[in-house]
């Protein structure tokens, strides 16, 4: 227990609870990319996700109190900014996941054999790369970015998303098999 009550997530909340001199500045500064990938790959409005990303910070300081350490720092304040920004999709009335003809199954292996950091080595393929996640749903893309930037486990992405494990594994299952397919057609990278 003693290494909970001591753990840098602690000391720095603490630190911003008690209202010290650059605490929070500090917690914006550790969190303002994992709030800017989040935000900004559901959506993709670069204003838009500037102002989500304040109203984020706002709502952490707002509610830091209610943070119980039960999860890391970084997945509570993940899940508000994965709320915000949903609520934003929600409002504007864009749909989080393509409906097209899946038939809900879960896949529970996120590999399929596809390396994307192979498949990209070059400019040219990430370049293609990047447009084809651009492409994706909303969810799909922060899936993404929260898996492999952001380098989040699927429990955590969990916690962030609210999403079964499962059901995280199957978006990313499939957003690695449309990636593969745009990269095989635009490139003739055969992955």
Not at 151 to 172: D, F, N, Q, V, Y
Request: proline content about 4%; overall charge negative.
């Amino acid at each position: 227990m003693d290494d909970i009550r001591s753990s840098p997530d602690r000391q720095l909340v603490d630190a911003v609870l008690a209202n010290r001199p650059g605490a929070f500045e500090r917690l914006v500064r550790e969190y303002q990319g994992l709030c800017w990938h989040i935000i900004a790959r559901m959506v993709r409005n670069p204003e838009d996700a500037r102002e989500l990303c304040q109203d984020t910070f706002l709502r952490v300081h707002q509610c830091l109190h209610q943070y119980r350490h039960e999860s890391a720092l970084k997945s509570w304040i993940g899940r508000v900014a994965y709320t915000i920004a949903l609520r934003h999709l929600q409002h504007k009335r864009i749909p989080l996941v393509d409906h097209d003809g899946d038939d809900g199954a879960l896949l529970e292996n996120v590999g399929d054999g596809f390396d994307l950091e192979a498949a990209c080595a070059d400019e040219e393929t990430r370049h293609h790369l990047h447009e084809a996640i651009e492409q994706l749903p909303p969810l799909q893309r922060t899936l993404l970015t929260l898996y492999y930037l952001e380098e989040t486990t699927i429990p955590e992405i969990a916690r962030i998303t609210g999403l079964a494990s499962g059901t995280i594994k199957s978006h990313l299952f499939r957003s690695r098999l449309r990636l593969r397919g745009v990269l095989e057609t635009r490139t003739g990278v055969a992955a």
